[in-house]
């Protein structure tokens, strides 16, 4: 591997099958942001790279040793691929955890289920197909094909690159696509390892592409080509709608994995141990750097003092270190921008009049990594800023409700709605919560449950589409009516 002047190991784009050069000579630096230290360089890709990207993408979609395997070969390249990530999950979760700071106990458990998706989609592959269909004709034989979309550009954010980029990856390839990635410029190092061990599974050259770089660069160029036949994309709301907005004016289709400010609600019939654990496991696991983080918390003012020292208890005790270590409890935060986010909305938490109970600083002795305490507020109300933007943080809001409808009134007071928790011991009360509230995912007497299983997807301004289980077949194909008159 090429190094720059300042020895950092280089990481180039993974184009057909080859390590290829930026067009532009340019890398971007990468940050481990437990030091704060560049650790590699990623080329800066742009529109000149992806165009070599997608060429290569479009051949391989057309050339006979993908378009001519049958889906039951394309589902034994998935049940490789599988084997070797469970075989270098060690090194891929270690790659993760130094380039995003998440827990390497976290990411090798994340590892463990990865190879999970790759299974699932695997055993899905041959089972997709179309219909015979009635006609009103008997002379008329009419029945649905479905084909793969063509070539997908999938794009990806920094705080899970190996999971999300995998949840786009399995699906498009079961069922036949070619695909081009371009993952977060902050965070490019696993999924080019994952990249690697396509080529050693046997897909041929071309089926999947890496182009790194930055967004306004080379994502933006792979959202306007015109070989993109789907863009599939996780990422920021405002970013979701500038791609959803020229992605439509050309027609492509789309699908949305986008921000959120999830409720965690407590009846006070629930086990208050229990959700005390999941509200800080909801906001505090991963820095609170997930799409699902359930940053506002409403307990009923029945347990709300009892549920509120509960959490705060627990969250005092967190042991934030060296993400490598495995008695560590909470990572730094994977960027500096994301930690000067996090000062800016504490500082904003506090000018609007929020009550600060544990945190609202950064930690002493832990060098130059980008760490923040735990935090919490009360006393805030639901129009507050910090209670209605996505923070991407350890930060967590805590409010009281009354009653049910109060509860399910708040949770939806928000413009978005990727999940939510409900905390009872009631069955009935639970399914009225369930059906009332406007998320994508609840979770009732649990937080953050996930599987390729089961459909995952925001409503409002926290997506379109789904991702993961049967569903998301119908994101990565197109329907094609056939007539024969017999
Ligand atoms: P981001 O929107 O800044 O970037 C995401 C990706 O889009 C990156 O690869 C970036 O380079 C690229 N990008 C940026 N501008 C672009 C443009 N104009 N055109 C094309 N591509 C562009 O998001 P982020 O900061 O990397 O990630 C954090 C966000 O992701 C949070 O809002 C979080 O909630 C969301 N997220 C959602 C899910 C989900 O499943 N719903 C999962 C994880 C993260």
């Not at 481990?32 to 800066?44: D, H, K, L, S």
Request: with cysteine; proline share 5%.
């Amino acid at each position: 591997m090429p190094t720059s002047a300042t020895t950092l190991p280089r990481h180039q784009h993974h184009i057909g099958g080859e390590q290829v050069a930026p067009e532009s000579g340019e890398y971007i630096p990468s940050f481990n942001p437990a030091t704060g230290r560049p650790w590699y360089e990623a080329a800066a890709g742009n529109a000149a790279d992806v165009d070599r990207a997608v060429r290569a993408a479009r051949t391989a979609f057309e050339d006979p040793r993908w378009r001519g395997l049958t889906a039951t070969r394309r589902g034994r390249l998935l049940r490789r691929l599988g084997d070797l990530i469970g075989e270098h999950a060690e090194d891929l979760a270690r790659c993760e955890s130094l380039d995003n700071g998440k827990l390497l106990r976290e990411m090798r458990g994340q590892l463990a289920v990865l190879p999970e998706y790759f299974y699932y989609f695997a055993g899905i592959a041959d089972k997709v197909g179309g219909e015979v269909l009635h006609t009103m004709d008997p002379a008329i034989f009419n029945y649905t094909r479905r084909e793969p979309v063509g070539v997908v550009g999938a794009i990806t954010p920094w705080n899970s690159p190996l999971l999300l980029t995998s949840m786009k990856l399995a699906p498009a390839l079961a069922t036949g696509n070619t695909v081009v990635v371009k993952p977060s410029e902050h965070t490019s190092a696993s999924l080019l390892r994952l990249v690697a061990l396509l080529d050693e599974a046997g897909f041929p050259p071309g089926v999947v592409n890496v182009v790194t770089g930055h967004g306004r660069a080379a994502g933006a160029a792979l959202v306007e080509h015109p070989g993109i036949d789907k863009v599939a994309f996780t990422g920021s709301t405002e970013t979701g709608r500038a791609i959803a907005g020229t992605a439509g004016s050309r027609l492509a289709r789309v699908s949305l994995e986008l921000g959120g400010k999830s409720p965690n609600i407590v009846f006070s019939d629930a086990d208050a141990r229990s959700a005390a654990m999941g509200i800080v496991a909801g906001i505090f696991a991963a820095a609170g750097q997930t799409c699902v983080a359930g940053s506002r918390a409403f307990l009923h003012e029945d347990v709300h003092d009892e549920v509120l020292s509960l959490v705060t208890e627990r969250a005092a005790a967190i042991r934030l270190g060296d993400p490598l270590d495995d008695a560590t409890e909470l990572g730094p935060l994977a960027l500096r921008e994301q930690l000067e986010k996090v000062r800016h909305y504490v500082g904003l938490g506090l000018q609007e009049g929020g009550k600060v109970v544990l945190g609202a600083a950064e930690p002493e002795g832990l060098g130059d990594g980008w760490y923040y305490q735990p935090t919490i507020f009360t006393e805030t109300d639901n129009t507050m800023r910090i209670c209605q933007e996505e923070i991407f943080g350890p930060v967590l809001t805590v409010m009281r409700f009354r009653d049910e409808e109060e509860a399910v009134a708040l949770a939806n007071a928000t413009s978005y709605g990727l999940a939510a928790g409900v905390w009872t011991r009631d069955l009935a009360r639970a399914h009225r919560m369930a059906a009332a509230i406007d998320a994508g995912t609840v979770w009732v007497n649990t937080y953050r449950a996930m599987s390729p299983l089961s459909p995952l997807g925001g409503f409002k301004q926290s997506g379109l589409g789904k991702e993961n289980g049967p569903e998301v077949i119908h994101e990565y194909t197109r329907v094609k009516s056939v007539w024969i008159n017999t």
